[in-house]
């Protein structure tokens, strides 16, 4: 794991996630002096700039260098469906809403996108 860019607890208070330069995601047990749990997440292409954890800990979404958004399915690991984009420029931020039915993402390219 490279350079740290983002972070987010589960709302356990047990997990955290974290995105790197190395264009992952990994999740780490926090009780247990942050070892990981299972190996890193790859589907980005460049740096991870940001994460999220929905309100029910079972999705994580993620933004980047490389434009896109993917949402995790934090047990099997996977991408939920294909990368998001709209963005034409570095996703810095995502943020699920409290009922976890959205997602906000802003961007550098002076946007907020609001997703279903």
Known sequence: MESVDAAAFFSDGRRVVTGSWDHTLQIWDVQEGLTSIGGPLWGHNNR???VAVSPDDRRIASGGVDKTIIIWDVESKQKVFSPL????????????????????????????????
Not at 93 to 115: E, H, N, Q, R, Y
């Open 48 to 50: 991870v700039l940001s």
């Open 85 to 116: 984009v709209k963005h034409t420029d570095w996703v810095w931020s995502v943020c699920f809403s409290p009922d976890g039915k959205m997602l906000a993402s802003g961007s550098s390219d002076c946007t907020v996108i609001i997703w279903n």
